[in-house]
């Protein structure tokens, strides 16, 4: 008898612990929308068109950079993210979201990049409201009851020298992606989200086979800076997305073929970390079979946006997922 007490109240003060916690972060979550603007003038928004300049690079890879254009447009929870590059070898990305089903772009007739192919199997980074950020109608923080979604208050962490709040998202449907969403502590502005996934490898036939394994990992990493007011409402003027991908010594090694376009000189010659067909096979690179592990290059976009405009009027078949 006495033990059933003791679990009634372990479990009592359990669900006391959940309830406080469940309040911290709720309370949280409006500090941050207040961050955006008063509730009133933010749900006075029903659409948003974002055009900005585009420049993209890869970090660890051959090198070189190219200039593009950025759109982000959105309705509700309806969106399109273009990320356009002058280049016939590697236009960019374009991601399209109905509010249920997505649409990726292809690269090549039938080939996705490996950033698109991760976006496209990992579908929620759409249909959740998470890309993007603030800058999205659909933002995923100001849909919380209708996703189903939960957060977990994962403390404070140092990043590049900056303590961050730091908050794990949670999707009602079970994803295999960690989804980290850091916070200012002072202000509650969003200002970074990282998804993470990593793959363990098949076990091999024999203990040495084991032993040369190696994980495959995904990583996505959007910033946000540099916040101005934009009737009403604080919307950050830098959008940087990092995409990594590291795969085992002597995989397969996704590349392209840059050409010699008018505003790509410094483009390299030839670039892994873009998956494409090259006359209708997949071309790999000469990997070192006796590396101890290999990284594609990291994929980076770095957005300043030049123009925000509100309540816009949006062709429907913007957000058409054939």
């Not at 469940?22 to 949280?28: R, T």
């Not at 356009?84 to 979201?97: A, D, M, Q, S, T």
């Not at 990284?295 to 816009?312: G, L, M, T, Y």
């Amino acid at each position: 008898m006495r033990s059933l007490t003791v679990l009634a109240v372990l479990l009592a003060l359990s669900s006391v612990s959940v309830a406080k916690d469940d309040g911290q972060i709720n309370d949280f979550v409006k500090q941050h929308l207040n961050s955006i603007g008063t509730e009133q003038t933010r749900a006075a928004v029903k659409s948003r068109a974002v055009k900005g300049q585009l420049q993209f690079s890869l970090v660890n890879g051959a090198g070189g950079n190219q200039e593009g254009k950025e759109v982000f447009i959105s309705e509700g929870d309806k969106s399109v993210t273009l990320l356009k590059l002058p280049n016939p070898g590697y236009h960019g990305e374009r991601f399209v979201c109905d509010g249920k089903k997505v649409e990726i772009a292809f690269v090549r007739p039938g080939v996705y990049s490996s950033f698109g192919s991760f976006v496209r199997t990992h579908s929620e980074i759409l249909t959740e409201g998470l890309l993007g950020g603030a800058l999205s109608t659909g933002w995923a923080l100001t849909r919380m009851e209708e996703n189903n979604a939960k957060l977990q208050d994962r403390g404070v962490k140092k990043i590049n020298g900056r303590e961050l709040h730091r908050v794990q998202y949670l999707p009602a449907k079970n994803s295999d992606l960690e989804i980290m969403l850091y916070f200012d502590p002072q202000t509650a502005r969003h200002l970074m989200t990282t998804y993470s996934l990593t793959i363990n490898p098949q076990m091999g036939s024999t203990v040495v086979a084991n032993a040369k394994q190696d994980l495959t990992r995904y990583y996505l990493e959007e910033r946000f800076d540099d916040f101005n007011g934009t009737d009403g409402v604080q919307l950050p003027g830098r959008w940087t997305l990092q995409f990594t991908t590291e795969i085992p010594a002597g995989g397969d090694r996704e590349i392209t073929t840059w050409n010699n376009t008018p505003g790509a000189q410094d483009a390299p010659a030839r670039a892994p970390g873009i998956l494409v067909a090259k006359e209708g096979v997949m071309q790999n690179s000469n990997a070192d079979p006796n590396a101890v592990g290999a990284r594609s290059p990291v994929s980076k976009f770095e957005v300043k946006e030049i123009s925000i405009h509100q309540n816009v009027t949006l062709d429907p078949k913007n957000f058409e997922v054939k």
